[in-house]
């Protein structure tokens, strides 16, 4: 019984294959990019909207002038490519409430990788939609995203990091649990103008001294 019990709840976690937020609560304060290297730290409560981040025309001036060797590595992310980077992430959060997998996928690259909570490796655009609509049909069923934190770090002009912290919602919570808090980070690239998300990977947050 004690095994079924544990079959069953490493099916809730299910994926948590997101990005996106949940939209839901007011929106908190946008943050600004740091002048070192435009990484926008955003801090939010559990029924939150990530308000996308603006850096000052200070910030990004700084950025754009010379760098040195030991910060060639944090490039200068724009205002437009932060606007980017959080519509793909309200359009993923819209396509996953409404368990839409195929418009979910749609904002990644064809040839991306995902790998969810449970250590699934999904490769490509097609195969992302597949699984997740799979998902959306039975353990994602009537759940929603929730992002807590989040970071963007431009480590060049055409490639950012991005690593969030949240969990997956379901019924009516509307905050995350200790046993459901996961980190993901996303790459994403810029090609043609086009902001896409090459790659995924999430896992579950575990105190430490615990396995």
Not at 61 to 78: F, I, R
Not at 138 to 159: A, C, G, I, M, N
Request: hydrophobic fraction near 40%; charged fraction near 20%; include cysteine.
């Amino acid at each position: 019984m004690r095994n079924h019990r544990h079959g069953r709840r490493t099916m809730r976690l299910a994926l948590a294959a997101g990005l996106g937020t949940a939209s839901i609560g007011a929106a908190a304060p946008a943050a600004t990019a740091s002048p070192a290297d435009l990484m926008t730290r955003v801090a939010v409560g559990a029924s939150a909207v990530i308000s996308p981040a603006t850096p000052s025309s200070t910030d990004v001036a700084k950025a754009s002038s010379p760098v040195s060797a030991d910060s060639v590595q944090a490039s200068a992310g724009t205002p437009a490519d932060l606007t980017a980077l959080a519509r793909i992430r309200s359009r993923q959060e819209s396509a996953w409430v409404r368990g839409d997998g195929r418009a979910y996928a749609a904002e990644y690259a064809p040839e991306a990788d995902l790998v969810n909570i449970l250590g699934e490796h999904l490769h490509g655009r097609e195969g992302i939609a597949t699984a997740l609509q799979r998902y959306f049909r039975t353990s994602l069923r009537h759940t929603r995203p929730l992002v807590t934190e989040e970071t963007v770090r431009f480590v060049s002009p055409v490639t950012a990091v991005i690593v969030r912290k949240g969990c997956v919602l379901y019924g009516a919570e509307k905050a995350c649990r200790a046993d459901t808090l996961s980190v993901n980070t996303s790459v994403a690239v810029k090609s043609g103008g086009e902001w896409l998300l090459t790659s995924f990977h999430n896992t579950l947050v575990r105190p430490p001294g615990r396995s």
